[in-house]
């Protein structure tokens, strides 16, 4: 792969994350675009676009404080299992996002969400429990296991050890 495939891939998966992170399409986009600016072009890393989207998309909705359910958002685009993640309430989501979907390290979460570790833990593991109950009481547009792409959506599971076991990831 070379490194301008590499770093559009890392790109759309930034966006994804800092999307579900701020429920904006414009504070996704604002955060991606951050995340580019402060590239250094000389050493610049897909790892690093993507935590630095992650990072601003973070302080961003912080800044503009409103929740994701306010936003008036269609998410009808996305797959239903990412439709369900929108309606976590925020620290669960960030959570869940960072170290479910992008497989961010705990310790990166903690200083990203400038949290304790235990609270990452509980954090990640409410996020998966309020999905599982989001995810049974809401309609979806397919049957059985699989999500829109066909893929099977095994539950993430999250090890008294910090590691996350699953299938789901950005």
Known sequence: M??????????????????LLSGSAERAEAA???????????????EELLQDAVHAAIELEEICGQRVGELGLDSSTLPFELQCVLDLPQYPRQCLV?????????ET??????????QIDEGTHAG??????????RP?????PHNARGVNSVTPVVRDSGTVEGDWML
């Open 32 to 46: 991606v675009l951050e995340s580019i600016r402060l590239m250094n072009s000389d050493v610049a890393s897909g």
């Open 98 to 106: 960072l170290r479910v979907l992008v497989r961010l390290p705990r």
């Open 109 to 118: 979460c903690a200083r990203l969400l400038q949290s304790e570790l235990n």
């Open 128 to 137: 998966l429990l309020e999905l599982g109950a989001i995810m049974d009481k």
């Open 2 to 19: 070379t490194t301008e495939s590499v770093l559009r891939d890392a790109a759309n998966r930034a966006y994804i994350a800092a999307f």
């Open 140 to 144: 979806s547009n397919h049957s059985g």
